[in-house]
Nanobody, 119 residues
Framework: QVQLVESGGGLVQAGGSLRLSCAAS????????MGWFRQAPGEERELVSS????????HYARSVKGRFTISRDNAKNIVYLQMNSLKPEDTARYYC????????????WGQGTQVTVSS
């Protein structure tokens, strides 16, 4: 059974930092590209950042580029999202997701972790 478990969310003031973690189990982690998505109330889910299976390639949404950094530890089956210079508009529920290298679809999703940035 595949599980993705996010942690690290919380309440932070604008300008602060948080590091999200996503621990994966039940899958061959090195066969999966991983992504962080977020969804705020009343808004569509958006891809924040992604990283390929061997960490040689990353992608960032324009809104977070230069502030967020995605990384992964394939020995521990964990993907991270370091979030710096947080803004109130970063407030959302953040989800970790995985898709097989050969697939276009994110197949597995975590339950999410809430990030709230106060002004």
């Amino acid at each position: 059974q595949v599980q993705l478990v996010e942690s690290g969310g919380g309440l932070v003031q604008a300008g602060g930092s948080l590091r999200l973690s996503c621990a994966a189990s039940g899958l061959t982690f090195t066969r999966y590209n991983m992504g962080w998505f977020r969804q705020a109330p009343g808004e569509e889910r958006e891809l924040v950042s992604s990283i390929n299976s061997d960490a040689t390639g990353t992608h960032y949404a324009r809104s977070v580029k230069g502030r967020f950094t995605i990384s992964r530890d394939n020995a521990k089956n964990i993907v991270y999202l370091q979030m710096n210079s947080l803004k109130p508009e970063d407030t959302a529920r953040y989800y970790c997701a995985g898709r097989e290298v050969a697939s276009d679809l994110y197949e597995y999703w975590g339950q999410g972790t809430q990030v709230t940035v106060s002004s």
